[in-house]
């Protein structure tokens, strides 16, 4: 990395020079769920303490294991951070300590009230999702079973839980989205995808407006791979609108009333969310890695790039500005808060090297860059910021939580 070159290239937005993305007050901050938001967003418009001005004095304040394998994101809320792994487990956000732990978490948790939600396999082509009581040492409260291989993250809107369903390799069955009652589980109505002669895989739901958006893909070999974004009705689960793309795998992002994903194509794309109607897509090569997603704050849109990321116009997809280190791949999520952009960039080759970057928002120079993080591995890193903090997951199970040296 020492080596890397910066390629820096700022266009002028006059919308947005000298005007703040404001921290928008509210009785106490909380990360609720993957995404931030049920529109997968990414973008906390609450947090105060970390800005350009503060977040170099970033330091490492706890770490902490899960044995698991995968990047495992947080939710944070009421001074207790969650996470899942083999477990799902309650931290000391100031210390790390584990509070409690309970099996039956697999994927990123959800917060709801007094209740954390899980989901994760159960057993031979079944999938589940459950709520706990977080109030309670992490006592179930409900559980519900579905038929399946693959089960998404919850994402929660108005009180009801949205996980999205599919099968393996050889089932054509078409991925579901199921609506349940957060408070018993009950299951409110099933959706489900166009069926089609080829397997499709989910890869996780958004909600905004009154509609949920169900992103999949096929597992037909390159350069046939298809993805597809179908939109129910919230309420309902009527299907509103179903669109074929290039190969996505990952939920997509919704602001503004357009729906945002890259595609494995290279494009990066802007859908009316309403309608399904491109309203704009990038010129091949665009986007970057596929395994992750953008982020939209204050009308511009964050796309994964080669290297780095690049910022656009929401609606018209004007291209603003882009940060990139030559001989590097984005290896997390972007995430906003207060003015400040963080992603990870890794190194190739063996033992990959991951470095966490802070970028202003206005110009995306950056303006804290940390040591290497921990692990040798070459997946996504996931980001949380909120109430002070950054967390940082990685794929070998492992935690680690930076805070401002006034905190303890």
Avoid at 54 to 72: G, M, Q
Avoid at 106 to 112: D, I, K, S
Avoid at 219 to 239: E, N, S, Y
Avoid at 344 to 367: N, Y
Wanted: charged fraction near 15%; include cysteine; glycine fraction near 10%.
């Amino acid at each position: 990395m020492s080596k890397a070159r910066f390629s820096l290239k700022i266009a002028a937005c006059a919308l947005l020079c000298g005007v703040g993305l404001a921290a928008q007050a509210a009785p106490a901050q909380a990360w609720r769920q993957s995404g931030y938001d049920a529109a997968q967003t990414r973008y906390n418009p609450n947090e105060s303490q970390l800005s350009s001005n503060t977040v170099a004095r970033l330091r490492p304040v706890w770490s902490a294991e899960t044995a698991f394998y995968r990047t495992a994101p947080i939710a944070e809320a009421g001074g207790v951070v969650y996470q899942c792994g083999s477990n799902l487990t309650a931290h000391d956000p100031a210390t790390g300590v584990v509070l409690w732990s309970v099996p039956g978490c697999g994927t990123a948790p959800a917060l709801v009230g007094n209740l954390v939600l899980g989901s994760a396999l159960s057993g031979h082509s079944m999938v589940e999702v459950g709520a706990y009581n977080r109030n309670k040492a992490g006592a179930k409260v409900w559980r519900q079973t579905f038929a399946g291989e693959h089960i998404s993250a919850p994402t929660v809107a108005n009180g009801v839980v949205y996980v999205s369903v599919s099968y393996g390799f050889q089932n054509t069955t078409p991925p579901s989205v199921y609506a349940l009652d957060a408070k018993t589980g009950v299951v409110l109505w099933q959706g489900q995808a166009p069926a089609d002669k080829t397997v499709f895989h989910d890869n996780g739901v958004s909600v905004a407006d009154g509609l949920v958006y169900l992103s999949d893909h096929d597992w037909v070999l390159k350069p046939k791979g298809r993805g597809r974004i179908t939109a129910f009705d919230a309420t309902t689960g009527a299907q509103v609108w179903s669109v074929i793309r290039s190969t996505l795998y990952v939920p997509v992002a919704v602001a503004d009333g357009l729906v945002f994903f890259g595609e494995e194509s290279g494009r990066a794309t802007a859908l009316d969310a309403k309608t399904g109607a491109e309203v704009w897509s990038l010129p091949k090569k665009a986007s970057g890695w596929l395994f992750l997603s953008p982020a939209v704050a204050g009308g511009t849109v964050l796309f994964p790039a080669p290297g780095g990321v690049a910022a656009f116009e929401g609606k018209t997809g004007k291209p603003l500005r882009e940060f990139r280190i030559s001989e590097a791949r984005l290896s997390s999520d972007i995430v906003v808060a207060n003015n400040v952009v963080y992603l990870t960039l890794d190194s190739f080759g063996p033992g990959a090297i991951h470095t966490l970057f802070a970028l202003d928002f206005f110009s995306l120079m950056p303006v804290y860059i940390t040591p290497p993080l921990g692990g040798s591995d070459s997946i996504a890193y996931s980001l949380q910021v909120v109430d002070g903090k950054l967390y940082s997951s990685n794929t070998n199970g492992g935690l680690n939580a930076y805070g401002l040296p006034s905190q303890p």
